[in-house]
């Protein structure tokens, strides 16, 4: 078993930092350590396999998205990055840790779909992943098989209100899976749309012509999510089920979920990159010289990004320090322009939804450390041991300890640097909707279960490597 030593940086957590050494042996975290520890007597630099200098950098625990959809069937086609090429570019960025969406489509059986995702997912993957079940229509055979899949280590479910015909459940139904969830202890996520009102609304714009983008986001009013959040909320509290509302991006949406909370709910809240720093005006509506007014399929995705009229954007990372929302995903469902998105060059109901961001999640959090919108503590716990808690996976990830698994990065604060395809990305993908972001700071050394996936010298790791995380129930709980 190979022994690592990461010395003199600062190890940072939920919690706190402090100057310490980290001893990884294996895949697991043996200690954490005063700097320039000794062992019986010697220097434990010369004792151990490999020494990493992290001397003026941030050792964290490595980032834990759990909210991406690789190679996903969806919008008449399927999601750009396959798990080998998406959790390739998640270790670049400097997450470890990925929670994907088995699918289910009406009339398919969840247990034959999670069989499949975990066929697709076995010898791709570059870091460890776990699934949630995405549940359509809600058989009985499903209610039954929630079980199954809790006692497998699928220990969420997510269900729609939005996306009619294709994923949407009605209240009966969600009904329904809660009661499984209430009982069973499942963490019960939602996709919070009206989606009976948006398809009005998208008929009627497309009847008066309007095509482009931008009416992606103006069919989707900040309404329709408040009320269908509200709606999901009632369900929780009928029925006892803990609730995770995914891709918030509305200010009112954040107002329900926070008025749950302090009526002691189990409620919680996702928020993603692009709803903290994109907005309709300036990038749903944008032009350019490639696609003109097509530009702004970049940046179709549901929820949908919003205006900044109605102050979304600041409205997000507020909550995000007030603990309204507890954790940062990025929804990462890339479709190429060319061919994908073009789908909807017609109609923007016809784009498909989704953004890729696996890669970047880290450095924006931490831009956001940079710009004073929320402590380095919070940049960890919101993209890490949140996550990891969340979704029954803390001990063993988002956090530096002893017995961890060693899934450590080390970031650079002095280091710099530039996302998209410019900055040559690393997800299967021909744009990025981060073009030109620059970033202070930088994922100098990766490791996942001990072994050193992304270096100095970039992308060390290798397909296969990543294995499956059985999780178990929520540890978020109150
Ligand atoms: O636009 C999105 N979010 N695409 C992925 C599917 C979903 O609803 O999460
Ligand atoms: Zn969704
Ligand atoms: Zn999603």
Redesign the pocket.
């Known amino acids: 078993m190979t022994t690592t030593l990461i010395t003199g940086g600062t190890v940072v957590s939920a919690t706190g930092r402090g100057l310490a050494d980290v001893l990884v042996d294996g895949e697991k975290i043996a200690a954490v350590l005063e700097p320039g520890s000794q062992l019986l007597g010697s220097d434990l630099t010369r004792a151990v396999d490999t020494v990493i200098d992290a001397t003026g950098k941030y050792v964290i625990p490595g980032g834990v998205d759990a ?1 991406t ?1 690789m190679e ?1 069937p ?1 919008g008449g086609t399927f999601a750009s990055d396959t798990f080998e090429t998406g959790t390739r570019a998640a270790a670049w960025g400097g997450t470890t840790s990925i929670v994907d ?1 088995v699918v289910q489509y009406p009339d398919q059986n969840i247990l034959d779909q999670h069989q499949l995702w975990q066929e697709k997912a076995a010898g791709a993957c570059a870091i460890d992943y776990g699934f949630h079940q995405i549940l359509s229509d809600v058989q009985s055979s499903s209610l039954t098989a929630m079980d199954e899949l809790v006692a497998e280590g699928v220990t969420s479910f997510k269900l ?1 209100t939005a ?1 009619k015909g294709v994923f949407l459940s009605d209240d009966g139904q969600i009904f329904r899976a809660f009661q499984k969830g209430a009982e069973n202890g499942a963490m019960m996520m939602m ?1 919070a749309e009206n989606g009976s009102i948006i398809d009005v609304l998208q008929q009627q714009a497309l009847e008066a012509g309007h095509t482009s983008p931008e009416w992606h986001g103006l069919t989707r009013p900040w309404q329709t999510e408040e009320e269908a959040t509200h709606r999901v909320i009632s369900i929780a509290d009928l029925t006892g089920a803990p609730l995770y509302v ?2 918030v991006s509305a200010k009112q949406a954040v107002e329900q979920i926070a008025a749950a909370r302090d009526r002691g709910m189990n409620v919680f809240g996702e928020t993603c990159p692009q709803y903290l720093y994109l907005s309709l005006e300036e990038h749903l509506a944008a032009k350019s010289a490639e696609w003109g007014d097509f530009e702004g399929a970049k940046y ?4 949908p990004i919003r205006s900044r009229e109605h102050g979304h954007q600041d409205a997000m990372w507020q909550s995000l320090r007030t603990n309204d929302i507890q954790m940062v995903s990025t ?1 990462h ?1 890339p479709f190429c322009m060319k061919e994908q998105k073009e789908l909807g060059r017609d109609s923007f109901a016809k784009i498909p ?3 890729g961001s696996v890669e970047n999640r880290m450095d924006l959090m931490y831009q956001g450390v940079v710009d004073g919108r929320i402590t380095l503590e919070r940049w960890v716990e919101i993209t890490s041991t949140t996550p990891a808690r969340m979704f029954g996976m803390y001990g063993r990830k988002g956090v530096i300890q002893p017995g961890a698994d060693a899934d450590i990065v080390v970031y650079d604060p002095k280091g710099h640097t530039s996302i998209g395809v410019g900055g040559a990305h690393h997800m299967n993908l021909d744009y990025s909707a981060w073009e030109g972001f620059e970033i202070d700071g930088h994922v100098d050394v990766v490791l996942s279960r001990g072994s050193v996936v992304v270096d100095e010298s970039g992308y060390v790791g290798r397909a296969g490597h990543g294995r499956y995380i059985k999780r178990g129930l929520s540890q978020y709980l109150s």
């Open positions: 909210h959809h996903m969806f969406f729609f996306y996709h995914v891709h179709v995705c549901s929820t929804d469902c939804n989704g953004m």
